[in-house]
């Protein structure tokens, strides 16, 4: 597709339940970023890809996260046992090789 | 997690009014940037800044980053209604790495 895709564009979910987030970034892009945004805030650093390997996943909040990019395209954001202050809108971006980030619509998650 | 410095948080204008809004931090940055956020989007990128003391312009826009590179603005001049929505500064460390954001300035235009 032309931009970054991200679905679902909103979830509920039960507390205690396990979420898949998923993000197709723009074809080519070697990059791909997952941030978090609260209410009112700035996007957070969660995990960055290149290729298929996780760069950097310092800013996963504990090891109920879990983000993926097996082919190196495609990504899924894994969160386990959910808890009410997981409750964000999720963002993907994706770039080239020291590109600009192109953002997606996000994911907003609600767990109840 | 860190966030930069963004001020004001919010502010109320009247169409054809100049606009400036600032960040600051205490970390050094290599790179400022400048997005915009609508409802319901993800953050679109207006101005980005490599080098300090660079002053940069995108139409109505112009933004410079630091000399100290501690800091940037954004300034927008004779604001129209689309101006409307959610800015943020984000500074970069290194190239394709992880991006650290202000809180945002709400920008209204009062009718």
């Known amino acids: 597709g032309a931009g970054v895709s991200q679905t679902p564009s909103n979830k509920v979910t039960e507390k205690g339940k396990y979420v898949e987030l998923r993000c197709d970034p723009i074809?080519?892009?070697?990059?791909l970023y997952w941030y978090r945004q609260s209410l009112g805030q700035g996007p957070e650093f969660l995990i960055y890809f290149q290729g298929t390997g996780a760069a950097d996943d310092s800013g996963l909040p504990n090891d109920r996260f879990f983000a993926v990019r097996p082919e190196g395209s495609v990504s899924t954001l894994k969160i386990q046992r959910t808890e009410r202050g997981d409750s964000a809108v999720y963002l993907c971006?994706?770039?080239?090789?020291?590109?600009?980030?192109?953002f997606g619509q996000g994911t907003r998650l609600t767990v109840v | 997690g860190q966030q930069l410095n963004q001020s004001p948080q919010s502010m109320f204008i009247q169409e054809g009014e100049d606009v400036s809004m600032n960040c600051t931090s205490s970390s050094i940055f290599n790179t400022w940037l400048w997005y915009k956020q609508d409802p319901g989007e993800g953050p679109v990128l207006l101005i980005a800044?490599?080098?300090a003391g660079e002053l940069t312009s995108n139409g109505r826009l112009t933004a410079q980053f630091g000399i100290t590179r501690k800091d940037s603005f954004l300034n927008i001049s004779a604001s129209i209604p689309s101006d409307v929505g959610i800015y943020f500064c984000a500074g970069q460390k290194n190239s394709n790495y992880q991006l650290i954001w202000g809180a945002g300035t709400k920008l209204i235009i009062k009718p």
């Open positions: 800044l490599y080098k």
């Open positions: 971006a994706s770039s080239s090789v020291g590109g600009e980030a192109f």
């Open positions: 074809s080519g892009h070697t990059a």
